[in-house]
């Protein structure tokens, strides 16, 4: 499990990200029933009850940043969160089908509480491909009017902290999250906006 994420950090770092911004933002779509569940999902997963009202405080958190931009994954529970935050903000996300959470293939529905990131699921994607259309994504969602908001999932923070040389904390990992990361000359630091209870595996 931990070697398959090992493995994802150094395909990811391999090909560092270099974003003409000094700082932009990230949030982990709010939590699902999948989330809770720790299973695989499907696209159209749609937010719980309990990720609604996620997207809702992050919205309220985030209306006070000068975001210009805001991208998202096209899976619905990552589109729901950025339309909650980008209504905040006077604005409408841009979705981004790269910015989709691994495809699982036939792993989706089934148990993720073991999750190996090295795996090869049937009708799914690799490892090697899915950092790689991560990676393309994450750069032009960054190419976007800055400040950037990113709203995506548990995998794209993997690869885009990874890509940064950025190291992450338990604590960032959460659904529904505010981060931001900023340079300070060429190196990358994250700081979350914004503690609350929540969550689930940081995945999907």
Request: glycine share 10%.
């Amino acid at each position: 499990m931990q070697d398959g994420l090992a493995r994802l950090i150094e395909l990811a770092a391999a090909q560092p990200l270099a974003p003409a911004c000094d700082h932009f933002y990230f949030l982990r779509h709010g939590q699902t029933a999948g989330n809770a569940q720790r299973i695989f999902q499907s696209v159209d997963t749609p937010l719980s009850p309990l990720g609604l009202a996620q997207a809702a405080q992050a919205a309220e958190r985030l209306a006070g940043e000068p975001i210009r931009s805001v991208v998202c994954s096209d899976a619905r529970r990552a589109f729901d969160t950025a339309h909650a935050v980008a209504t905040g903000l006077g604005m409408a996300p841009l979705r981004f089908e790269g910015l989709r959470e691994r495809n699982f293939g036939a792993l989706i529905g089934t148990s993720s509480a073991e999750l190996d990131w090295a795996c090869a699921p049937e009708g799914g994607e690799t490892l090697p491909q899915f950092v790689a259309r991560k990676r393309a994504a994450l750069a032009a969602a960054l190419a976007h009017p800055a400040p950037v908001l990113i709203v995506a999932h548990g995998g794209s923070l993997f690869v885009l902290a990874a890509a940064l040389g950025v190291p992450l904390e338990a604590g960032v990992l959460g659904n529904a999250q505010p981060l931001r990361f900023e340079r300070s000359g060429p190196t990358w630091a994250v700081k979350p906006l914004l503690h609350h209870s929540g969550g689930g595996a940081a995945v999907a």
